[in-house]
């Protein structure tokens, strides 16, 4: 099995150069494409918007109010706000408004274009079939009230019932028999919101900005601002809601507390002045007012210890019953612990996370996950706090009212109706006081609640690019130009790599040291036998070159010169009958023995008969001179057919007959050539091989298995061939090792005909 052999470009040059009309004509052909390409594609335009956002790390000063009320206000992180504004509900919300669900092309010469407010109705889709997703409609104006589509008229206007749904086609202006015509393409609703999600990018301006840059790219300016723009407003108004239920809910933590208020109130004082009215007190004595003053206070710090205790009640019920919906948040009323409204704070910014990213993802998220888990860790901590401040209160309430009872005992001196009155008064001023509280805080509630607006601020609206940004006419040209040229050249390689065969001078020196003794190019004759002596063609020259360059030319000692090759085809009998034509020329007598006794060729092109020949010889049915045949106009040409094909070639070929033949044969003539038969086929050539004085291995471009040179090496290393010569056949002008001479004919100054050669 063949190793990979390393390809340099180097050896791939000449291929290129000689392919450079079919490179170019690629490369051409692929500049027609991309601009073909650029007319017919649709430029994509970019808009731009920027948003500024309040983070929660630079503070918010209109966070001020709700947190004087002890209510949480949501904080936002850049981060978060642009997973929301490329969230798939805010968008499902802007193809909503915007009818973006259904998209409208004109016909022009460079195919379809997209339009949008351009296009002279809009069409509002009630039901749809599988079949109005598919392709789209065609609407072709008849007059200004009718419209046909698929061949049906339909009016303009109504709700109308086709073969692809339900829909009303609305004119946005009038329209007639004139009106170009409208491609109209409906969309499911999560396709187009996808769609637009794939194109939409929302990126801060930098790490320590809390600017967020919008970009949406489009065929349509127009269409692309309408959609940023449309988007911020939903933000804007998503984050507005958020803010207000928050401040609902403490309105309604409030209004709950003074209904009950209210109704205990309006009790003590029914009471009081019932109380005055039986028993006729009109005032107290300064004993009395001054008892009444020290149990007042002490009964009000009492009370706000209960009011703590009744809160952390409320809020340890909240935590332990606590649902998923934040809008159940009750208000820490009375509290003032630090570390309490931080974990608060900490739990319900968790809350308002976990519900920002479950509209965009699902519960198995691992980010809700793991904000789950910190919510659990939170609870845990809250737990603990108020355990702990309870004790504490339930520390004090004893203390105090342990002070009220001895207050009491003090106020039983005073006379029972004195005592009485001021017990209810007691009731009256505590209920009073709360009820005045509570109604403050509702007033500075309501008015956070009226004025909320949006944490963010809209820097730049909506802006689209004058230019579009795709497709790019110096990157088309320039990626179709450079694939015009790299897949020629890509194909061209890929040949050299994939090729088994022989194609290069390099790939036989590579792997075999036999020398090389000649190249023939590819005959462009439609001769046989090319060496004549007026033909001066480039392979008739080389031919004459290889003449020369056999060792023994000039030696007047006769040798034999046997040629074989690894397979059938290679040009062995072609290289034997002009090399033998070559040494004729030259006064050398010289006989060419066809010895290829399976596949006899040379008989062939003298259409000559081939019943006699060397295995008649070889069987003792004939002598040399029977089978000795001349060439018609080579005086010292000879050639020995095969003759009949013998049923024991091998064995023929083994035998004295032979040996007696080539001496026979060496005493008449200085030059003989034996053309035997492949020798990776059969074993003719190596059992010839001892009778020859220099052999020649045939290797033709293209055909040669380049696995056979392993072969050949065998044998030059094991000189099982005297002096092993390779001869390269049939190769390309341009693959050729050496500078072809080139030959003209001229006349010479003393009109005599000579052969001018020059490089």
Known sequence: MMEPEELRVSDLLPKFTRNWPWILFSVCVFLVAAYTYLAYKQPIYKTQASLLIQDEKKGNERDQPLKELDAYVPKKVVENETEILRSYTLMNRVVDKLHLDVRYFEKTAFGKREIYKASPVEVFIEFGKPELYEAPMLLTFIDSSSVEINEQVYPLNQRIKTPQGRFLIKTRRAVGDTTNQVLVQAMKRPAAVNGYLKTLQAE????????????????????GEAVLNQLIEEYNQAAIIDKNKVAANTLRFIEDRLAILSGELTAVEKEVERYKATQGITDLSTQSASFLQAIQQND????????????????????????????????????NDPVLFSLIEKLTQLDLQRSQLVRTTSEQNPLIQTIDTQINSLKGNMEDNIRTMKTMLMSSQQQYRAKNAQ??????????????????????????????????????????????????????????????????????????????????????????????????????EKITQAPIIGELTRKQEPDYLVVTMTNQSLIAEQFRTLRASLPDIQSDKSQVLLLTSSISGEGKSFISLNLGASLALVGKPTVILDMDLRRPRLHKEFNWSNTTGISSYLTGKCTVYDILKPVPGYDNLFIIPSGPPPTNPSEL?????????????????????????????VSDARLVAPLADMSFFVVRHDVTPKNYLRHIESLFREQRFKKLNIILNAIDKDESYYYAKMYSYTSNLLGKKKWLSFS
Do not use: C, W
């Open 300 to 335: 009000g710090l009492l009370n706000q210890v209960n009011i703590q205790l009744t809160t952390l009640s409320d809020l340890q019920r909240y935590i332990n019953n606590r649902s998923l919906d934040r809008s159940a948040t009750p208000a820490l009323v009375g509290l």
């Open 653 to 681: 070929l083994s035998g004295q007959p032979l040996k007696q033949l080539i001496a026979q044969l060496r005493e008449h003539f200085d030059n003989i050539i034996i053309d035997t038969a492949p020798i990776g086929l």
């Open 204 to 223: 801060p301006t930098s790490k320590a900005s809390t600017v967020v840059v919008l970009t949406l790219e489009d065929a349509v300016p127009e269409k």
């Open 407 to 508: 207050l009491e005992s003090s106020i039983r001196t005073i006379p029972q109706k004195e005592r009485t009155l001021l017990t209810i008064s007691r009731q009256q001023a505590i209920k009073n006081n709360l009820y005045t509280y509570l109604l403050q805080k509702r007033e500075e509630t309501a008015v956070s609640h009226a004025s909320a607006i949006s944490d963010s601020r809209t820097i730049d609206v909506a802006q689209s690019t004058d230019a579009p940004i795709k497709p790019v006419p110096l990157m088309i040209y320039g990626l179709f130009g450079f694939l015009g040229f790299i897949i020629p050249i890509g194909i061209i390689g890929s040949r050299e790599l994939i090729n088994t065969r022989v194609t290069r001078r390099v790939d036989v």
